[in-house]
């Protein structure tokens, strides 16, 4: 059973850091490149960080550039998003999914797989 599992998230002030892990079970993400997309009410799915199947090259949304960072660890089956300088604007629910088109990561659209997803709420 493929499963995606998202934990990490939580209600944090601006500014503030958090770590969203996710444990992928049912496959090996090995072959895999893995995302973190995030959805706020009324928007559309956005993509905010990716990580290629090799490990070897990250890709970020221009919102999160520089705050963000995404690993993998495919020994573990896992990966993990660190977001430093928290803003109220990266408040959404945080999704994890995994692809194996390997030409759009960006691309919620190409992914095979997601979680359910953990909520992210940044306010003072």
């Known amino acids: 059973q493929v499963q995606l599992v998202e934990s990490g998230g939580g209600l944090v002030q601006p500014g503030d850091s958090l770590r969203l892990s996710c444990k992928v079970s049912g496959f090996s993400i090995k072959v895999y490149h893995m995302g973190w997309f995030r959805q706020a009410p009324g928007k559309e799915r956005e993509f905010v960080a990716g990580?290629?199947?090799?490990?070897?090259?990250?890709y970020y949304g221009d919102p999160v550039k520089g705050r963000f960072t995404i690993s993998r660890d495919n020994a573990q089956n896992l990966v993990a998003l660190q977001m430093n300088s928290l803003k109220p604007e990266d408040t959404a629910i945080y999704y994890c999914?995994?692809?194996?088109?390997?030409?759009?990561?960006?691309?919620?659209?190409?992914?095979?797989?997601w979680g359910q997803g953990t909520q992210v709420t940044v306010s003072s």
């Open positions: 999914g995994a692809t194996n088109d390997y030409g759009n990561i960006r691309s919620a659209s190409a992914y095979n797989f």
């Open positions: 990580v290629e199947w090799i490990g070897t090259y990250t």
